[in-house]
């Protein structure tokens, strides 16, 4: 399997490409800027973007969605961020950049597929309504819903505290413990590290 993070953008997302093999399709999670950047890596193992999957629609996580021109994924109730600058904060930060609609509106335990790959949609509200979380194997890409030692921003509109932490026990802490999390931002980890060490959950 390939898997490579690309960090891109003032926020410093952390991007992920997700293939099978070199000189394939490829899944491309959370393009929030830099298209460029990103596609230095995909022509560096001749990969060919498939569709996109957006973990939420913050403008860190959507901002290059509309340059790679291909199908969008999001959780159904995020699918309004996409277009509307005011919810995905771009307004916030002097832009008004959207992105394509969603060509699929994803909900809880939905399957993603690439010939091989298989992602688990695991919706994990609290950051945004309609945040999820993509598990493969022994791999979970967390968005802004869980971070090294840390979790999601809720200050935001429509951010609730209350839900991240429920989905952060409920849904990612009854994962093995050996399951390393790629989030949004920041380095890796494992859920057992953070069981024993997130100091806010």
Do not use: W
């Amino acid at each position: 399997m390939v898997l490579e993070t690309v960090i891109v953008g003032d926020m410093q997302t952390n991007c992920y490409i997700l293939a099978e093999d070199k000189n394939s399709g490829c899944i491309v999670i959370d393009p929030g800027s830099d298209y460029e950047k990103i596609r230095v890596v995909l022509d560096k193992h001749s990969l060919t973007p498939n569709f996109i999957v957006n973990t939420h629609g913050h403008i860190d996580h959507i901002g290059a969605n509309a340059e790679f021109k291909i199908p969008v994924f999001i959780h159904s109730l995020d699918g309004d961020f996409l277009e509307n600058p005011q919810k995905s904060l771009s307004l916030f930060y002097g832009d008004s950049k959207k992105s394509p609609k969603s060509s699929r509106l994803l909900e809880d335990k939905d399957i993603i597929e690439l010939k091989n790959l298989r992602l688990e949609v695991i919706h994990t509200p609290g950051h945004t309504p309609g945040s999820i979380c993509l598990k493969t194997d022994s791999i979970v890409f967390t968005g802004d819903t869980l971070f090294f030692e840390g979790i999601g921003r809720t200050d935001f509109p429509q951010g609730n505290s209350k839900n991240l932490i429920k989905s952060v026990k409920d849904k990612l802490f009854k994962l093995k413990e050996e399951t390393v999390i790629y989030p949004g931002h920041g380095p890796i980890s494992t859920i057992g590290h953070e069981k024993g060490n997130n100091p806010f959950v």
